[in-house]
């Protein structure tokens, strides 16, 4: 494999088709390929995903007859024997994380394996372009969900483009890392097969699942070819037009909310539906609004951002509240007990941040995406790189709990989108570290590395050296070739800004504003902030020095009057670290627990367990029954929460993510 091929070829983006893209993002992150971890949180996760998770998951794809799947197709022979017309996608997402893990890890076996693979799609691909195996293996008895004829079910739930969608996907990646064409090939000639049928003179359908959107977007970044990008914004502009639904129906699936599809997208204005679809729309709508410039595009996903950060998101970054149709609810509509928290929809979450932070260049959105990441998406894959969470519970009690499998991580799921989707989403956190704009370099997330940052034709790096989520010190090393003028913008935390989240969802019990401290070459230094971040404007040379000290105070969490059934509860955080007390660090129980205000709180890493966690420790109240089943006492007893990412990692039991702080009424509960 070529070294570095990945920033080469993103450098080319166009180029393919000798075109260039005029309009596009104004703050362009610096690729993952560029950052080169050393931590001790990110990189060990990484390398799971690499040397677990995706082999786990490949074999998994084989194992449950996804790959047979292709197989049959190529043959025209047998039946469709998985569950889902969209388990093909399986193979595309772990293709995508197997290349994005390659350009970290160069592995020419999995390579070769993928490669193999790759074979396999190409021969299931049809003559025209068409890539399905629900209908190729036998076109006249296909999938229940995929209609007698392509695309007559789209807007329902064959997800023919949705599978599509996520071939563009890893195609883009796969080429990018590896400079091969063979998956990129299949992909074009796939989206030229959906350009030709979808578009204002042609076929009328809103995607019922999205993300070929992005796809197509990709594609276009890829090869300048217009007609990509016309179709995205097409599918993008058709939601909403659909006659056979009825607005006045409160039902989601008749009134079009369940796919976006209740209102043209640009006059939604809230958060709605499946919260993995929504995020994926967002995102794309994102994509296309820079890359075109659409102001009214643009305008309509910031009233939906706003919806969801004040009204719809979970204290650990978790979305989509409902689990009948994986949805978000009403407005304040976040109960704990039947939190459905997809790990998907923290996945497209993360995509959708990242895009309104190039789009705004505000640190807000990237405070929402490192709370997403290292909670409500994190807690979605355990220590071992091959169990995981489907949904993302903040509450487990015992014998009451409303799904079992919120208590303990699977394997694999029949609906396998979330472990694949972790395989992709993984090697690409560096990322998201920093971004550019013209002589501006922003430090977005913290993690130990050294970046290769470019600014016109002068080089340099940034080596960040700490131990945080642990450690609020930070320290970051400037090598350059000479005197490189640029404004460094190192992004506060709002969670170091006494600011829980950017709305009044949810809020620190200690408001005492906490100055935050930066030392440039070991000499305190004023600075001005804007938009969340700390400017620091000089002529940087080899071996300036900067230092910046985050409060890593345990915080009292609480939540707007709203949300009724958080009233009276408390949760914690340290740093961008949500916390949960777990029962294998409380006695067994945390539904008996209350965690009076007022007691001292206090944080201790403990290296050997759950890997090397922080763990926080006090005081609690246990609320015990006694032997004789008719009395009720109260103790005091020692306390311990965990980092919410880290439960469901030592067996099965309770979980609270609130708690409550006082004892205000009991309920009597038999069986």
């Known amino acids: 494999m070529k070294k570095n091929v990945f920033v080469f070829l993103l450098a080319l983006t166009g180029n393919l088709a000798g075109n260039t893209q005029q309009t596009d993002y104004p703050f362009t992150p610096v690729p993952f390929t560029s950052v080169k971890l ?65 350009s970290l890890f160069p592995d020419k076996k999995l390579e070769g394996y993928i490669d193999s693979l790759i074979t396999i799609v190409a021969r299931a691909q049809e003559p ?218 923290a996945i497209s ?66 609906c396998s989108c979330c472990p694949t989707n972790v395989c992709r989403l993984l090697p690409s956190v560096p990322g998201y570290m920093y971004a550019i704009r013209d002589r501006d370099v922003y430090v977005n997330l913290f993690a130990a590395s050294t970046a290769s940052l470019q600014l016109g034709k002068q080089t340099f790096t940034i080596e960040q050296q700490h131990d945080y989520p642990w450690n609020g010190q930070l320290r970051f090393m400037v090598k350059t070739k000479g005197k490189i003028p640029f404004t460094l ?44 971040y700390a400017l620091l404007n000089r002529e940087w040379k080899t071996g300036d020095q900067v230092e910046m000290e985050l409060p890593m105070e345990v915080q009292r969490v609480y939540s707007n009057d709203k949300l009724k059934e958080n009233q009276g509860l408390v949760s914690l955080q340290r740093g961008p670290l949500t916390y949960c007390a777990e029962w294998a660090d409380n006695e067994g129980r945390t539904s008996n627990l209350v965690l009076p205000a007022g007691k001292r709180l206090t944080a201790e890493f403990i290296p050997s367990l759950l890997r090397g966690v922080t763990v926080i420790k006090g005081e609690a109240i246990s609320v015990q029954t006694g032997k004789d089943g008719l009395s009720v006492s109260s103790r005091q007893q020692p306390f311990t929460a965990i980092p919410y990412y880290a439960w469901a990692n030592r067996g099965k039991g309770e979980m609270s993510v609130w708690l409550p702080e006082t004892i205000k009424d009991l309920s009597i509960i038999a069986y």
């Not at 890893?170 to 074009?188: C, E, M, S, V, Y």
């Not at 409500?376 to 995981?388: A, E, N, P, Q, R």
């Not at 950017?502 to 600075?527: C, E, H, M, W």
């Open 38 to 102: 050393t931590d001790q949180f990110w990189l060990p996760r990484i390398q799971i995903n690499h040397s677990v998770t995706i082999p786990a998951s490949f074999e998994r794809c084989d194992k449950t007859g996804r790959i047979k799947n292709f197989i049959m197709a190529a043959e025209k022979s047998g039946k469709f024997c998985t569950t889902y017309p969209f388990d093909d996608t399986d193979i595309y997402k772990t293709i995508e994380g197997a290349s994005f893990s390659l």
């Open 128 to 345: 025209d372009g068409y890539l399905y195996t629900a209908r190729t293996i036998n076109p006249a008895s296909p999938h229940g969900w995929a209609g007698p004829e392509r695309w007559v079910k789209e807007r329902e739930l064959s997800h023919e483009l949705y599978n599509s969608g996520h071939l563009y996907e890893a195609a883009a990646a796969h080429f990018q890392a590896t400079g091969k064409r063979n998956l990129l090939d299949i992909a074009l000639k796939n989206a030229d097969l959906v350009c030709s049928v979808f578009g204002p003179d042609k076929r009328h359908t809103a995607p019922g699942h999205q993300v070929v959107e992005m796809g197509l977007v990709k594609l276009y970044r890829l090869t300048g070819k217009k007609e990509y990008l016309n179709t995205a914004k097409f599918f993008i502009l058709e939601r909403g037009n659909y006659k056979g639904y009825d607005p006045k129906n409160k039902d989601p699936w008749r009134n079009g909310a369940y796919w976006q599809d209740h209102l043209p997208v640009l006059q939604q204005k809230e958060a709605v539906g499946h919260a993995v679809r929504a995020g994926y729309l967002y995102s794309a709508v994102a994509d296309v609004a820079a890359l075109t410039g659409d102001t009214a595009l643009l305008n309509a996903i910031d009233s939906i951002w706003v919806n969801l950060v004040t009204k719809k998101i979970y204290v650990q970054g978790g979305a989509g509240a409902v689990g009948a149709g994986e949805r978000y609810g009403e407005n304040y509509e976040l109960p704990n007990a039947t939190a459905y928290n997809e790990t998907c929809a």
């Open 349 to 414: 979450n993360v995509y959708w941040n990242q895009r309104m932070f190039q789009l705004h260049g505000e640190a807000k959105y990237i405070d929402l995406l490192e709370k997403i990441l290292y909670n409500g998406l994190l807690s979605g894959v355990g220590l071992d790189g091959k169990s995981f969470f489907y949904t993302n519970a903040l509450q487990i009690r015992h014998n009451f709990r409303h799904n079992d499998m919120e208590a303990e991580r699977s394997g694999w799921f029949e």
């Open 489 to 532: 913008r190192l992004r506060i935390p709002g969670w170091a800004r006494q600011e829980a989240i950017a709305s009044d969802l949810y809020y620190f019990g200690d408001k005492k504003q906490t100055d935050i401290r930066i030392k440039v070459n070991g000499i305190p230094v004023t600075y001005q902030t804007e938009k969340g």
